[in-house]
């Protein structure tokens, strides 16, 4: 089966993302990788801001330059985007989409037969005739779901797990709904969830649960390869909220409950495990390079 993904530009999305890749290759299934873009924005509260840069920057432009400069694939351990390509060339393809709407990407879709697709953090919005492309028949729901980092109807919309801890909720999770044209109101297909460690930050809270995001694709997927369709359930819209970015007055009562968006060093940690073996010179040089840039007197250099 051709699966595809609409990947974020974020630490959390590889994470998720990759490591069932591997998996998938194992059972035989073929995954398309289509990575998107998110921009900063200009006018962002300094606390969104530095969100942006250690969620994607570190990412982007300091982690996949490295490991792409390196003379031996890391395998065994995750790869940027380039490197899952060199590895796995003509088993899985990875491509930059500028616009997922295009008329000649979702050509594309149907002549490379991708017939199951996945949202993990793409924050473009979804159309016609994209989303039609997934319909098995005519009548039929599209096999076309969004993972989203919240618990739905409750959560919808941006920085939900933030919006959870703010709210002081016990637990948070990631729900898998049907994509449509509205934001996150799609019929829920599964949830999962786990409780909130407020000692942590929201990054780290949100990144602590890849593996239950993981298991939600996983299980959509095998669903999928069975029985052709998914069961689903309409939200109940009595109960939905919508939360847009977090606001001046949101950003101050976080910072006076003592919750951080982002914990630099230890998001540098995770990475540095997650992309390079222990006791390597990549895993030194890795994790002293993203030391220093995580350090707040280094802070300027990831602008």
Not at 200 to 221: F, G, K, P
Request: glycine fraction near 6%; proline fraction near 7%; charge should be neutral.
């Amino acid at each position: 089966m051709r699966i595809g993904f609409f990947v974020g530009n974020d630490a959390t999305s590889h994470l998720i993302v990759s490591r069932l890749s591997d998996e998938l290759l194992t059972q035989g299934h073929t995954p398309y990788l289509f990575f998107t873009n998110q921009r900063p924005n200009p006018a962002a509260e300094p606390e969104l801001s530095e969100l942006f840069k250690y969620e994607r920057a570190l990412l982007n432009d300091y982690i996949y330059p490295y490991l792409d400069a390196q003379p031996h694939l890391q395998v065994g351990r995750l790869l940027s985007p380039a490197g899952i390509a060199r590895l796995h060339q003509g088993r899985v393809v990875v491509r930059v989409i500028p616009d997922v709407n295009d008329a000649s990407f979702v050509t594309y879709l149907a002549e490379e037969q991708v017939r199951i697709g996945f949202s993990v953090r793409c924050y473009q919005k979804f159309r016609r005739p994209l989303i039609d492309h997934f319909r098995p028949g005519p009548q039929q729901a599209p096999l076309f779901a969004n993972l989203h980092p919240g618990l739905l109807p409750r959560y919808r919309g941006v920085l939900t797990f933030a919006r959870s801890m703010l709210h002081g909720e016990t637990a948070a999770g990631f729900t898998l709904h049907r994509v449509n044209e509205a934001w996150d109101a799609g019929d829920i297909i599964s949830m999962a969830a786990r409780p909130l460690d407020y000692g942590r930050s929201v990054l780290e809270n949100m990144c602590d649960q890849r593996d239950l995001a993981r298991d939600l694709l996983r299980t959509a997927i095998e669903t999928a390869a069975a029985d052709g369709q998914w069961p689903s359930n309409p939200q109940v819209e009595a109960d939905a909220r919508y939360f847009s970015h977090l606001t001046r007055a949101d950003l101050d009562e976080l910072g006076l409950r003592g919750i951080d968006l982002v914990h630099p060093r230890r998001l540098a940690r995770l990475l540095a495990d997650e992309f390079t073996h222990p006791d390597t010179r990549e895993r030194y040089e890795l994790t002293g390079m993203l030391a220093a840039l995580t350090s707040r007197r280094a802070q300027p250099a990831l602008i």
